[in-house]
Every structure is written in C-alpha cells, then in structure tokens.
C-alpha cells in the first residue's frame, strides 16, 4: 500500500471512528426511554409534509445548480437531478463528503462539460448556501428574539453582528478577487516552490472560474433568489416537522437552529452523523428551551428525513446509469488531490 493511500484509508477509518464516537455520545447522554415515546406521539402528517419539502429542497438544489452552470452549457433536468441525488448518496455511504468530488465529475461524465467548471461551480455553491444561510440567521435573531432563550440572546445578537459583518467582508473579497484575477493568481502561484507555481496557478484559476457567474448582476441575482428560496424551504422543513412533534417554530426560529445544523455538518462523518445530532439538539435545546428528550428524537427523525429518501434515490440513479459505489470511488480518486478543496 502506498503512502497516499494508506493516508486515505486512516482518514477514512478516523472519519468513521468520529461519527461512532459522536453518535454513541449522543445517545448516551439522552434519556431513551422518553426519547422512544415522544417518537410515538409524532404526527404523521406533518412528519409527511416535512419528507415533501427535504425532498422538494433537492430538487431545487439541482436546478440552482444548472443556472450556475449555464456559461458554461446546459446540463438538463434529468442529469442535474440524478446526479444530485447521486452526489449527496455518495456523501452519505462513503465518508469525507466524497460526494463533493462525485457530483460534479459525474455530471461531467454524463454530459460532457469540463470537469474543471463543474467542478468550480460546487465552490459557487458554497459560497452562496455559506452567504445565504448567514443572512437568514442574522434576520432569524432579530424576528424570533421573543421566542429564544433569553440567557443566550445577547449571544445570538453578537454572533449575527459578526456575521453580517463577515458576510461584507467576504463580498468585497471575491469582488475584489474577480476584478484582479490574473494578478492574483500570480501573487498566489509565487507564493508556492517553483516546481509547484503551474499547478497551484491552474488551481486558483479553476477556483475563480467557478466565482464567474457572480460577476453578471443580473444572473447573481438570480441564482440569490433560487439560494434565498432554497434555503427558505429548508426553514419550512423544520417548521412543518416541528408541528409533527407538537411544539411550535417559528421561520426567525428555524433560520437559528438551521445555522446551527451547517456548523454540525461541518464535522466530517459520513451524512454528519453525530455532529449534525448534536447541533440540532443544541439549536433546540439551549436556544428554544425545548426539552432533551424532545429534541433529541427530533434531531434522529430530521437526520433520517435529510439523508434516508435522497441516498434511496442516489443509489438507485446510480445503478440505473450502471454505476457501483465502487466505481463511483474511483470518480473522486481520478480527480486528484488538489479537486476535493474546489
């Protein structure tokens, strides 16, 4: 075994290792036995009309995903969904979000765009869920401030401060980046040993590629609006799931704990297990006050909702268009290491 890939197969397992650990934590640490009965007493309609929307969330993400890359050319529907759904299955089977890497050069392999934008366009993507989600949890803390924790109010408020502070910051940066490419990528590139300067500056190239469409202001509002309905969808999730175990939310509310979650996600387990149960159990315990054994059946059944029915349908695309998980490994290998950070 080489170095490389015994360094993968340690990451993997560490990976692993964590959503175990974290995971068996979170269960531990909760009373079971009234977790189980406040999952009895979920309503299963709204727990229905909850597993629409998450649905109805990627659906949309695709679509967001084709107007990104339309400079580049026009995937269709079928190909954007599939390979979506595919992409987000992958994460969940396989660890270090691989699906990341997946997505994008499956949707290059199905429809011919160059892996090198669809690939950018995922950087894109971040970039605008990261720049979405803060502002819908700075206005979140001002619209439900009657509904959160009072001891953690001033916390919040300093926190969304900070964040639409950041979120400025960050506008002026690839602004600026964009309107002096060439020239950062050579102050980048100089900044490297000399035998690594043309594949750092092919690197940060491809890394601007995908922040082009933000310099049309017609299509970056765009894409802002389908971002802002996204991620407004996602709210609306939680909302109606809410409902299902009989406690109210409201949208200001929702925005808060759905900050929360990404910074949960952000661990690196496979589907974010582990980190992702306990953001949302904090989000709702210490920020809304609602009890542990509520909020911890409700982190498993909005877990479930998240990753169950989009990994069914991921694994199926995928073997319609007859991959295996194992082929779809070797995608995100071929891409090199340098593909995973775009």
């Not at 390979?83 to 969940?92: D, H, L, N, R, V």
């Not at 160059?114 to 971040?126: D, G, H, N, V």
């Not at 109010?153 to 900070?162: E, T």
């Not at 210490?286 to 054994?293: A, D, E, I, T, Y």
Request: aromatic share 8%.
């Amino acid at each position: 075994m080489s170095g490389n890939a015994g360094r993968h197969v340690w990451k993997i397992a560490a990976s692993i290792a964590l959503a175990v650990v974290l995971f068996g934590v979170f269960l531990w640490t909760a009373p079971l036995g009234q977790v189980g009965q406040a999952l009895t007493k979920v309503k299963v309609g709204w727990l229905a009309a909850s597993l629409t929307v998450a649905l109805l969330t990627y659906a949309l993400r695709a679509l967001r995903w084709g107007l990104i890359l339309r400079p580049v050319g026009r995937a269709g529907t079928a190909n954007l969904l599939g390979c979506t759904a595919a992409g987000f299955a992958t994460s969940t089977v396989l660890p270090l979000r691989a699906g990341e890497i997946v997505r994008p050069l499956l949707l290059s392999a199905r429809t011919g765009m160059p892996a090198a934008a669809t690939l950018a366009s995922i950087l894109t993507e971040r970039l605008l869920d990261g720049a979405t989600v803060l502002l819908l949890f700075a206005a979140g803390v001002v619209f439900a401030r009657d509904g959160l924790n009072p001891k953690n109010l001033n916390m919040l408020r300093d926190a969304a401060v900070l964040t639409t502070a950041g979120l400025a910051a960050a506008v002026v940066l690839v602004w600026f980046l964009l309107r002096r490419r060439d020239a950062t990528v050579r102050r980048i590139a100089s900044w490297a040993p000399e035998r690594f300067r043309v594949r750092v500056a092919t690197f940060f190239r491809h890394v601007l590629d995908g922040l082009e469409v933000l310099r049309s202001p017609r299509r970056l509002a765009e894409i802002a609006i389908w971002s802002l309905g996204l991620w407004i969808a996602i709210g609306w999730q939680l909302v109606l799931l809410a409902r299902a175990f009989g406690f109210p939310m409201s949208f200001g509310e929702a925005f808060v704990v759905v900050a929360v979650s990404v910074i949960g996600l952000a661990v690196p387990a496979p589907a974010g297990v582990g980190g992702f149960h306990w953001a949302i159990r904090f989000g709702l315990t210490q920020l809304m006050s609602v009890g542990v054994p509520t909020a911890t059946a409700f982190a498993l059944v909005h877990h479930a909702i998240c990753f169950f029915p989009i990994t069914v349908l991921g694994l199926g695309y995928l073997g319609a268009v007859g991959l295996s998980v194992g082929r779809v490994r070797g995608l995100g290998a071929e891409a090199g290491p340098g593909a995973g950070t775009t």
